[in-house]
């Protein structure tokens, strides 16, 4: 069964401070890798898509990680702000005959204190 | 901008009553979907569609159907709502390809008493 885990489940951190997450799959065989940030009664919105091919992605202070061999992935924020407070999605894609099969982790919620 | 939208954003129904959905984007993507998020279950795939007319059953498609009579819009239907149903509903787009950006709406929270 293809299964996407994230931990922790959720963190503290100071503004300022850096933080990373982590996701780990069984998901087979693999098309790509997603970061979506999901701000609280909002959508999610995508931060990073990786292929196969693919170590690292940044998109401003967030930096995306694939280690395709070992089915790991972790999420860096550097110099976190107060913005960052919100959930953060590992999404894994299964190639599929009609259209990719998606595969959502439960999520890292992410606090940001001041 | 890609704009995917979704008609209500609460809604609260009597069990039984039938409830829709509605769900529009603005960028003629193939791809739609329906998800529900419930704490601690992350999103589950209820039902997608790749094109006009045709659907398919995602993960958890019982009590549910869809329609898609037209491209940019996917309607979710609830034929006689339930309690267990409460929960928040987001449709997503996308066009085919696998590194296309899957875009999400703001979200539909129902509230089924």
């Known amino acids: 069964k293809n299964q996407v885990e994230q931990s922790p489940q959720s963190l503290i951190i100071l503004e300022g401070k850096n933080c990373t997450l982590q996701?780990?799959?069984?998901?087979?065989?693999?098309?790509?890798l997603r970061w979506y940030k999901q701000d609280t009664g909002r959508g999610p919105v995508s931060l990073t898509i990786m292929t196969f091919s693919e170590n690292t992605k940044s998109n401003g202070r967030y930096t995306a990680t694939l280690d395709a061999d070992t089915k790991q992935s972790s999420l860096h924020i550097t110099a976190s702000q107060l913005s960052d407070s919100a959930s953060y999605i590992c999404?894994?894609?299964?190639?599929?005959?009609?259209?990719?099969?998606?595969?959502f982790g439960g999520g890292t919620r992410v606090l940001v204190k001041p | 901008d890609v704009k995917v939208t979704q008609s209500s954003r609460y809604l609260v129904k009597r069990t039984g009553e039938k409830v829709f959905l509605e769900c529009v984007q603005d960028?003629?993507?193939?791809?739609m979907f329906w998800y529900r998020q419930d704490p601690g279950l992350g999103l589950r795939l209820i039902y997608f569609?790749?094109?006009?007319?045709?659907?398919e059953k995602g993960d958890i498609p019982e009590g549910y159907s869809v329609s898609r009579e037209k491209k940019e819009r996917f309607s979710l239907i609830l034929e006689s709502a339930s309690t267990n149903q409460t929960s928040m509903y987001l449709c997503?787009?996308?066009?085919?390809?696998?590194?296309?950006?899957?875009?999400f709406g703001e979200g539909s929270w129902l509230t089924v008493v």
């Open positions: 999404v894994v894609s299964a190639i599929k005959a009609a259209g990719n099969k998606l595969t």
């Open positions: 996701c780990n799959y069984t998901v087979s065989p693999f098309s790509n």
């Open positions: 997503a787009s996308t066009w085919e390809g696998a590194r296309n950006t899957i875009y």
């Open positions: 960028m003629d993507h193939e791809n």
């Open positions: 569609s790749y094109d006009v007319k045709m659907k």
